[in-house]
T-cell receptor, first 114, second 109 residues
């Protein structure tokens, strides 16, 4: 519905492993943001990419890293997974210079760390 | 970014109008007010955005008083499918959206 697609939809990993999550932004949007949402909480900002460069970062450790590609799709990488990393990971895209907080979210990737 | 305060939960019945108020005392001059809806295990969905006075679209209305220190999302004639969490955000652009815990709306038959 939003044009933002994320893959995979569900994932189970073991503590200590690494994971890569993917996001395709809505057509015409060159800004992608990633959020982590723990159960019962609101989404927490991880970082944002604009034209392939990191453009702001939340309070997350360096083992959370990302990439944005020339077609504006994006990846979120998490190294050395911990149990507390279990959450819904959301990708949001928005046009550059857009006024207001009007971002469009994907359906999310549910990551479970065991 | 301005912090927002909204009720943790609200209950309603089908067919009623629901008004959810959000306080944002420290809103900046350039900030917009945006509301999102989220169903379990789905990404937030943009509902409505405004800067001042009243905004209406096909799903909701947003009322913003002159001082802009609060706003009210109005959902006319809710149905069971409106059961969700509603988030109020303020900001100028989409850098680092700050979500609170939202308002959990439960609609009963």
């Amino acid at each position: 519905e939003t044009g933002v697609t994320q893959s995979p939809t569900h994932l189970i990993k073991t503590r200590g492993q690494q994971v890569t999550l993917r996001c395709s932004s809505q057509s015409g949007h060159n800004t992608v943001s990633w959020y982590q949402q723990a159960l019962g909480q609101g989404p927490q900002f991880i970082f944002q990419y604009y034209r392939e460069e990191e453009n702001g970062r939340g309070n997350f450790p360096p083992r959370f890293s990302g990439l944005q590609f020339p077609n504006y799709s994006s990846e979120l990488n998490v190294n050395a997974l911990e149990l507390d990393d279990s959450a819904l990971y959301l990708c949001a895209s928005s046009p550059s210079g857009g006024e207001g907080s009007k971002a469009f979210f994907g359906q999310g990737t549910r990551l479970t760390v065991v | 970014l301005a912090k927002t305060t909204q009720p943790i939960s609200m209950d309603s019945y089908e067919g009623q109008e629901v008004n959810i108020t959000c306080s944002h005392n420290n809103i900046a001059t350039n900030d917009y007010i945006t509301w999102y809806q989220q169903f379990p295990s789905q990404g937030p969905r943009f509902i409505i955005q405004g800067y001042k006075t009243k905004v209406t679209n096909e799903v909701a209305s947003l009322f913003i008083p002159a001082d802009r220190k609060s706003s009210t999302l109005s959902l006319p004639r809710v149905s069971l499918s409106d059961t969700a969490v509603y988030y109020c955000l303020v900001g100028y652009n989409t850098d680092k959206l700050i979500f609170g815990t939202g308002t959990r709306l439960q609609v009963f038959p």
